[in-house]
T-cell receptor, first 111, second 110 residues
């Protein structure tokens, strides 16, 4: 399997606190993505990156920011966590349409 | 309307049965299509690509109908290990992005 790791795997945080999730890859893939998965909504794209310092918004970007200062790392930040951001967050990497590989996910609970 | 729509199920079938899932997409600019499999509390994994000519991988057959904007997945001789959620996925060349359907849950019973 491709080398992609997410951290932390689980996190509980309080409303209003900032939270950063990390996605790390060892495959040197150009594209990296952050999705959230919720019952009834499936996987929805939050932000994606097509290179170092090159990022763009996805379908549900409000309340989230990202940064990619190195090819291997893509960070997702919740500036001020809300209960509606309780979800499972998946990072994915890709060099081609057939090459999407997902990380194991981060379960975030905002209380 | 969601860009990729699927019946959420669950589909409850006995071992050995044949089961078919359908999916529709609304963006006619979508170029490529895939089926992903997701086990409970795990990440999605690519199952197979979908081509207009139809393609088969063992017990799995996928089909694309561009005129009707419709995708299907057929599973023959279902196994207990096929129990999972199957995600229909459309690829958009812009940004190399995938759009996921909500998934169809399959439960294969002994």
């Amino acid at each position: 399997d491709a080398g992609i790791t997410q951290s932390p795997r689980h996190k509980v945080t309080e409303t209003g606190t900032p939270v950063t999730l990390r996605c790390h890859q060892t495959e040197n893939h150009r594209y990296m993505y952050w999705y959230r998965q919720d019952p009834g909504h499936g996987l929805r794209l939050i932000h994606y990156s097509y290179g170092v310092k090159d990022t763009d918004k996805g379908e549900v970007s409000d309340g989230y920011s990202v940064s990619r200062s190195k090819t291997e790392d893509f960070l997702l930040t919740l500036e001020s966590a809300t209960s509606s951001q309780t979800s499972v967050y998946f990072c994915a990497i890709s060099e081609s349409p057939r090459g999407y590989t997902f990380g194991s996910g981060t379960r975030l609970t905002v209380v | 309307r969601k860009e990729v729509e699927q019946d959420p199920g669950p589909f409850n079938v006995p071992e050995g049965a044949t089961v078919a899932f359908n999916c529709t997409y609304s963006n006619s600019a979508s170029q490529s299509f895939f089926w992903y499999r997701q086990d409970c509390r795990k990440e999605p994994k690519l199952l197979m690509s979908v081509y207009s000519s139809g393609n088969e991988d063992g017990r799995f057959t996928a089909q694309l109908n561009r005129a009707s904007q419709y995708i299907s997945l057929l599973i023959r001789d279902s196994k207990l290990s096929d129990s999972a959620t199957y995600l229909c996925v459309a690829h958009n060349n812009a940004g190399n992005m995938l759009t996921f359907g909500g998934g169809t849950r399959l439960m294969v019973k002994p």
